[in-house]
């Protein structure tokens, strides 16, 4: 079972500045199985990011994914104020179960 | 407007059972696979079981085996979660979530399969509590 490690656990910034969150894999797995999803406080998680590097319809620009192998990073240029969330990564390897990253919690500094 | 609305959460005593439901709206149901996914209270996202589109394959999380059982009626386009032997841990908050994957050829001619949950609905709250 591959197991997904995401960090910072929370990473405080402000509006304006670029946020880089990383998730790290325990094995290697397709760079088009790594997928990304937004939550906000009481409300369901939404999908970013799928393919490691595809935004998902409607997804602001400002949002890129990247990475290969084990390495994966999410990258938000300029921080709007609906940005600040917490972010997950998800795997789908070869078989199920398809587990996520514990989360990074995007927080007003 | 593609819409899943999960329903039967509640209050229910540790060894006991409960039954998820999750109506689908929107989009040809028969056609995708479901995967249902639970969040205990300020924690992170598990995932729970994942159903395929015929039904005929399910698949689990190791901490549900033996205990959920998944199915999906495709004539009445419901996912169904059946928990049983509940235990204080399973307390959370359950969300359905569609599955959007799709393969394409890219320019290298490489086929490529994206797999992501691209809908998903509100959730409903199970609570094991004595």
């Known amino acids: 079972e591959i197991v997904l490690t995401q960090s910072p656990g929370t990473l405080a910034l402000s509006p304006g500045e670029r946020a880089t969150l990383s998730c790290r894999a325990s094995?290697?797995?397709?760079?088009?199985?790594l997928a990304w999803y937004q939550q906000k406080p009481g409300q369901s998680p939404r999908l970013l990011i799928y393919g490691s590097s595809i935004r998902a319809t409607g997804i602001p620009d400002r949002f890129s994914g990247s990475g290969s192998g084990t390495d994966f990073t999410l990258s938000i240029s300029r921080l709007e104020p609906e940005d600040f969330a917490v972010y997950y990564c998800q795997q789908y390897g070869s078989s199920p179960p398809y587990s996520f990253g514990q989360g990074t919690k995007l927080e007003i500094k | 407007e593609v819409q899943l609305v999960e329903s039967g959460g509640g209050l229910v005593q540790p060894g006991g059972s409960l039954r998820l439901s999750c109506a689908a709206s929107g989009f040809t149901f028969r056609s995708f696979d479901m995967t249902w996914v639970r969040q205990a209270p300020g924690k992170g996202l598990e995932w729970v079981a994942l159903?395929?589109?015929?039904?005929?394959?399910?698949y689990y999380a190791d901490s549900v085996k033996g205990r959920f059982t998944i199915s999906r009626d495709n004539s009445d386009n419901t996912v169904y979660l059946q928990m049983n032997s509940l235990r204080a841990e399973d307390t959370a908050v359950y969300y359905c979530?569609?599955?959007?994957?799709?393969?394409?050829?890219?320019?290298?001619?490489?086929?490529?399969?994206?797999?992501?949950?691209?809908?998903w609905g509100n959730g409903t709250r199970v609570t094991v509590s004595s």
């Open positions: 094995q290697s797995f397709s760079s088009s199985n």
């Open positions: 979530a569609k599955d959007g994957s799709y393969g394409r050829i890219r320019e290298d001619s490489v086929f490529v399969y994206y797999y992501f949950m691209d809908v």
């Open positions: 159903i395929s589109r015929s039904g005929g394959g399910t």
